[in-house]
């Protein structure tokens, strides 16, 4: 396996874990607000990192693209 199937794997996990914590957070909406803001946090905290990571893959491939 290449370097670039491990980022995109890496990536794709990344976007499966926030979708389970962005559920996670919709499912629990009800209970404490002190978990409710810690999970808001852990979301915000998780999307930045996946919003870097996409960006980086898509500088990339577009470079990659320019190149060829």
């Known amino acids: 396996m ?3 199937q491990v980022e995109l794997q890496h990536y794709e996990s990344r976007l499966l874990k926030l ?4 559920a996670d957070h919709v499912a629990a909406s009800g209970d ?3 978990m409710f803001a810690e999970q808001q946090q852990q979301i ?5 990192k996946v ?3 996409h960006d980086d ?7 990659r693209h320019t190149e060829l």
């Open 57 to 63: 893959l898509h500088k990339r491939i577009s470079q």
């Open 19 to 22: 979708r389970h914590l962005q």
């Open 2 to 4: 290449n370097v670039r």
């Open 32 to 34: 404490k607000m002190d």
């Open 44 to 48: 915000k905290k998780h999307s930045r």
């Open 51 to 53: 919003e870097k990571m």
